[in-house]
Antibody, heavy 114, light 111 residues
Framework: EVQLVESGGGLVQPGGSLRLSCAAS????????MNWVRQAPGKGLEWVSY????????YYADSVKGRFTISRDNAKNSLYLQMNSLRDEDTAVYYC???????WGQGTLVTVSS | QPVLTQSSSASASLGSSVKLTCTLS???????IAWHQQQPGKAPRYLMK???????NKGSGVPDRFSGSSSGADRYLTISNLQSEDEADYYC?????????FGGGTKLTVL
């Protein structure tokens, strides 16, 4: 059974940092590109970042460029999102997803608030 | 980069059919899209990948009631024999060389 399990969310103050993780199982993680996608409360889905199977290329949405860093460890079947200089508008549920489908994680909530 | 346009809401009666539309922006009418379903309080679920020619590939376990079609820049998701569990938000998604884009989503109400 394919599973994508996110962790690392929580409450953080504006300007703070947080590192999200996504543990993959049930498929050959090292063969697939991955995305982070977020959803602010009551809003739609927003793509955040992409990483290829080999970690190059990497792309970011303009809204997070220069503040967020995506990475992966294929030996650990894990995807990461390092989030720095967090803002109120980064508050959202963050999902990892296999690029091109069909798998989504269950999401982890990040709340940026003082 | 492509832009995807969806109606904000739709409604249809239990047991009937509904056709949701996702429209690609000018210059992107040939793009492949994906449809995703998000039931209240749940993570999104991949439904299908839909090509410009109308061919589609559904995800594992997606009921036969769900089908896709295309016409020009429009991509459609048709749900037949509507069930109460089909009440959800439906998002289309596409991608370009270095960006992924989601439509604003359609909230489907089953009456």
């Amino acid at each position: 059974e394919v599973q994508l399990v996110e962790s690392g969310g929580g409450l953080v103050q504006p300007g703070g940092s947080l590192r999200l993780s996504c543990a993959a199982s049930g498929f050959i993680f090292s063969s697939y590109s991955m995305n982070w996608v977020r959803q602010a409360p009551g809003k739609g889905l927003e793509w955040v970042s992409y990483i290829s199977s080999s970690s190059s290329p990497i792309y970011y949405a303009d809204s997070v460029k220069g503040r967020f860093t995506i990475s992966r460890d294929n030996a650990k079947n894990s995807l990461y999102l390092q989030m720095n200089s967090l803002r109120d508008e980064d508050t959202a549920v963050y999902y990892c997803a296999r690029a091109g489908g069909p798998y989504w994680g269950q999401g982890t909530l990040v709340t940026v608030s003082s | 980069q492509p832009v995807l346009t969806q109606s904000s809401s739709a409604s249809a009666s239990l047991g009937s059919s509904v056709k949701l539309t996702c429209t690609l922006s000018s210059g992107h009418s040939s793009y492949i899209i994906a449809w995703h379903q998000q039931q209240p309080g749940k993570a999104p679920r991949y439904l299908m990948k839909l090509q410009g020619g109308g061919g589609y590939n559904k995800g594992s376990g997606v009921p036969d009631r769900f089908s896709g079609s295309s016409s020009g820049a429009d991509r459609y998701l048709t749900i037949s024999n509507l069930q109460s569990e089909d009440e959800a938000d439906y998002y289309c998604e596409t991608w370009d060389s270095n960006t992924w884009v989601f439509g604003g989503g359609t909230k489907l109400t089953v009456l």
